[in-house]
C-alpha cells in the first residue's frame, strides 16, 4: 500500500495542475475567478474527474503500465477529458 502513496499523490498533482491551469486562464480573460470559487462552482465536474483519475489509476496498475508521469498524466487528463465534454455539450445546444 505504501507504493501507492506517491502515485496517488503525483496523480493528485496532475488534476490540480489542471484545474490551476483553467483558473489562470479564466482569470487571463478579466474574470476574478478563484480556485475555492471554481471548484465550489463545479461539484460534479470535479468530483467525476477525480472518479476518472481513479479508474485511469487502477487500470495503469492493473496493466503494470503504472509510473510516476503515467499517474501525472492520468491526472491532468481526466479533468481536462470532462472540460472539452462540457464544451462540446454546450455547443451541441
Do not use: W
Request: hydrophobic letters at 45%; proline letters at 1%.
Amino acid at each position: 500500500m505504501n507504493e501507492h502513496v506517491l502515485y496517488l499523490a503525483v496523480m493528485l498533482l496532475g488534476h490540480m495542475a489542471h484545474i490551476l491551469k483553467t483558473v489562470v486562464q479564466l482569470r487571463e480573460a478579466n474574470s476574478t475567478m478563484s480556485l475555492r470559487q471554481y471548484i465550489t462552482e463545479r461539484p460534479y465536474k470535479t468530483a467525476l474527474a477525480l472518479c476518472g483519475s481513479l479508474i485511469g489509476y487502477i487500470l495503469l496498475n492493473d496493466s503494470g503500465q503504472l509510473t510516476l508521469v503515467a499517474a501525472m498524466g492520468v491526472g491532468y487528463m481526466a479533468d481536462s477529458v470532462f472540460d472539452i465534454a462540457a464544451q462540446k455539450t454546450r455547443t451541441q445546444f
